[in-house]
């Protein structure tokens, strides 16, 4: 099995999360969207969308993030019922899957990035795209409307009414999570569910960009349950790893080095 994900991005937390707690083995291959590394061709040619994660397992490759997740699940259990008496999520757990997955965290990460680097990227990216247009004639209608899709991204990033529908989009899902704690444990009962696994991530991009105070802490129930899952080893391998104290400071900035010493070899 293979997963084609980056510890940056908030749907491969999500199934990085899941392969731990079901403790399914497989191999990793990092593709950093913000280096351009999804609009390579190999990847590219297999999911023309570029987002990540992918999942493959032999010739099934899935994109969507709650499938794969549900696929994995699928293949734990029969692992370990041996085929039979699958014991699968409950509706509970799925509906809150589909409800968390709904908020598109992407543009609300975009808008708290500093606009000078959010330009920096936008740019940088548009120019891989371009070059892989020439390098992939075969691939060159699938990358033109990537293009259009970045020109379009920044158009919406001008528009303050984008911001505000993904904001007010977080706080009912956010009050939903936190009526919801104040009765159970974890967000579908008294038990770690992959419901959780799908929340976790984006708790943690609200502590990534500092923001935990008005989304989280402002929220009791929350609050504790975020230092509960928190301790759980999975956690800690997929997020705390990348992103807990000093650790945050090394991943954005590798990350950020990275694409000032691709765009200085670009100009020579």
């Known amino acids: 099995m293979q997963l084609y994900h980056h510890p940056l ?3 491969s937390q999500k199934v990085r999360l899941t392969l731990e707690e079901k403790g399914i083995d497989y191999t990793s291959h ?3 969207p913000l280096t351009g590394k999804n609009m390579d061709a190999f990847f590219f040619s297999m999911n023309p969308s570029a987002k990540i994660p992918v999942f493959q397992n032999g010739s099934h490759i899935i994109y969507d993030t709650v499938e794969i997740i549900q696929y994995i699940e699928r293949i734990a259990e029969k692992v370990s019922s041996g085929g039979n008496n699958l014991n699968l999520s409950s509706r509970e757990v799925v509906e809150w899957m589909h409800k968390i997955q709904e908020w598109d965290s992407m543009y ?3 808008f708290h990035v500093p606009e000078k680097y959010r330009l ?6 548009r120019r891989v795209i371009i070059a892989r247009m020439a390098e992939s ?3 060159a209608s699938a990358y033109h409307c990537k293009l259009r899709e970045a020109y379009d991204t920044d158009d919406k990033l001008k528009n303050a009414d984008v911001l505000r529908r993904s904001e007010d989009h977080l706080v009912r899902l956010l009050d939903e999570v936190e009526v919801k704690l104040g009765e159970t444990s ?4 008294e038990e770690f569910s992959l419901a959780d696994v799908v929340l976790i991530p984006v708790l943690a991009r609200l502590e990534l960009l500092n923001l935990e105070d008005e989304y989280i802490n402002s929220r009791p129930n929350t609050a504790d349950y975020w230092m509960l899952v928190k301790q759980r080893p999975s956690y800690k391998k997929v997020i705390g790893r ?8 090394k991943t954005l900035l590798k990350t950020w080095c990275f694409i000032r010493i691709r765009s200085m070899l670009r100009k020579y």
């Open 186 to 189: 974890y967000l579908a009962g």
């Open 242 to 249: 990348y992103f807990d104290g000093w650790r945050r400071r």
């Open 108 to 110: 609300f990460t975009l």
């Open 120 to 125: 920096y990227v936008s740019k940088f990216l």
């Open 9 to 11: 991005s908030l749907d």
């Open 30 to 32: 990092h593709v950093n």
């Open 137 to 139: 004639p075969d691939l």
